[in-house]
């Protein structure tokens, strides 16, 4: 219905348009001193039916704004649920980085707990380490603590 009464506004403005001898852009903001070149009661008609068909296409966008608004809480929501999704799949990928980081940190810290055992053991045969064994024991043991203490460091930063 709208479709049919919009074609009809726009022929009765396209036809006082020319029987006005004017453009559309002319006949937009055509003031009532502008006077048509045909003189007839048809044209002064036609051109009265331009001026209203105008007003109601300019107005046609405001009488709309309520379908816009609709179409445009359409979508809002529509972003609304898509945000929510991408907050779902972002927790979900949050806690299983955190698991794997829990598991990756467990799994240093258990291998630091295995360096500290093997420490101990290395420390044990300073005590009964031979004078021609130890230089070696006591190299062997500064090299451990090193490597202990750069694994701790790198536990420490995860």
């Known amino acids: ?26 006949a937009a903001d055509a003031q009532p001193e502008l006077k048509p070149t045909v003189t007839t009661g048809s044209a002064e ?21 309520a379908e816009y608004r609709a179409k445009m809480s359409e979508k809002l929501a529509e972003l609304d649920k898509e945000i929510r999704a991408a907050r779902e799949e972002a927790a979900k990928k949050m806690e299983k980085a955190r698991k794997e980081a829990a598991e990756e940190i467990e799994k240093a810290l258990k291998d630091l707990e295995q360096r500290r055992r093997d420490l101990a053991t290395k420390f044990d045969e300073t005590s009964t380490a031979t004078l021609e064994a130890w230089a070696g024991v006591k190299e062997a043991m500064r090299k451990s603590v090193e490597e202990m203490e750069r694994a701790l460091e790198s536990v420490r930063r995860k």
Do not use: G, H, I
């Open 45 to 65: 008609r036609l051109k009265r039916e331009a001026a209203e068909a105008w007003e109601a296409l300019k107005d046609y966008a405001y009488e709309r704004r």
């Open 1 to 26: 219905m709208f479709n049919r009464w919009f074609t009809r506004m726009a022929t009765v403005f396209a036809a006082a348009c020319w029987a006005a001898a004017v453009s559309p852009a002319q």
